[in-house]
DNA sequence: CTTCCTATTGACCTTTGGGGCAGTGACATC
DNA sequence: GATGTCACTGCCCCAAAGGTCAATAGGAAG
């Protein structure tokens, strides 16, 4: 259950440090000495692990290696960890949602600190995706068709309408409401809507 | 439509000199020598407006005034503004949603766009709670077992199944239901579904 | 050519949802 | 005591949803 930290730094020793304090601790250390190593690696980011990431590192900064890990859908929490810490990069870390920017120094207390935040909200934001992607698994197999009524359903739209809107007869439209409950493997109404909400689907609904 | 922007500052020459720089630029502003003078003013946060926060000042200081405005339920943006920014208290008021930390001395283009960004921050924030608060108003008007009907309602619940939950009878039901759909002015079960996710009613459900 | 999937539809029946109309009973207010 | 709100309920009816059984048709895959 222990996580897995990624460590980004060009210092070799800085990095050994590193990893010695926390294995010490209990987790398990990968080691990077550009952004560039860690994107080819291409770490495994379903598992527990966050990343500590120096700010000033040669070729790729910290920051742009942020943008990219979110650009490409990371959801590995990322601590920033640097000797000399200006205001403004501090800010757009954090903003970009960093979990932590700490100064070299840093005491392994506020270091543990962080990492533990780092892997309890890495958790709970998985957790989180973990429903949502099942029902987005489900929503996949949907066919054109079920999907379009799929989505009038959610709006509020009765068969009469449905098969109004699409040409075709209300009993087809039973037909493909049959199929949408089952392969969304729900039971209710309700329950269709609110998994099309959660999804993001009725942002903008005129019912 | 200017925003009114609250400057709180111990410095009376550098409120001074701000309040010029921001009535130059269109905004109205009011000036506070204290955290304490903002909240006994208790700024009217329903127009458009932010203030700007000075980290070190007498008596209650910038992020302490950030977390009294935040358990008040504010809803107006802050931009810290400092001589002196620490690395701890620059992460920490980001997290808790300060719009941006600067320090002094501020250009004006920086300044200026930090306010600009909170302010139409808070005006997205604002619009997207106005259309909630309607449905809050809505549910506010439900009596307790209209509201105990609705919430079986949302989660999917058939009208036998209520009726057997609440040791009433179908025909009740129903009428409830009736004041429910009517009370909250929709018109089919997806929206109010879909009203009641927004307002999370259904974080941990179980259809 | 055969098989599978998808889309479509008809006929028929049952369960739910949604109301109209009417009436009872408790409780609070004026 | 009169008025009003809220909860509760029976009878009856219509609309909508959902399921069963059966069948047609086009397209992709083997």
Redo the contacts with the bound molecule.
């Keep these: 259950m222990s996580g897995l930290v990624h460590v980004v730094d060009d210092d070799a020793s800085f990095r050994t440090a590193i990893e010695r304090r926390l294995k010490l601790a209990g987790y398990d250390v990968a080691t990077y000495a550009s952004a560039q190593d860690l994107l080819d690696a291409a770490p495994d980011d379903t598992r527990p692990g966050c990343i500590l990431l120096d700010v000033r590192i040669p070729g790729l900064s910290g920051p742009e290696l942020q943008s990219r890990l979110i650009a490409a859908g990371s959801n590995l929490p990322i601590i920033f960890l640097t000797g000399h810490a200006d205001t403004p990069t501090t800010v757009q870390a954090i903003k970009a949602g960093a979990e932590d920017f700490l100064t070299k120094p840093v005491s392994s207390e506020l270091l543990l600190d962080a990492i533990a935040r780092a892997l309890a909200r890495q958790d709970a934001a998985r957790s989180q995706r973990g429903r949502l992607d099942g029902f987005r698994v489900h929503l996949a197999?949907?066919?054109?068709?079920?999907?379009q009524?799929f989505d009038l359903?959610v709006r509020g739209?009765?068969?009469?309408?449905?098969?109004y809107e699409?040409?075709?007869?209300?009993?087809?439209?039973?037909?493909?409401?049959?199929?949408v409950?089952?392969k969304m493997q729900v039971?209710?109404?309700a329950e269709l809507v609110s998994i099309a909400e959660r999804l993001g689907m009725l942002d903008s609904n005129g019912g």
Excluded: W, Y
């Excluded at 197999?141 to 999907?147: V, Y």
């Excluded at 699409?166 to 439209?173: D, I, Q, S």
């Design positions: 197999t949907l066919t054109q068709r079920e999907r009524v359903i739209k009765i068969n009469k309408q449905i098969a699409l040409g075709t007869t209300e009993r087809t439209v039973k037909a493909h409401r049959h199929q409950m089952e039971h209710s109404l």
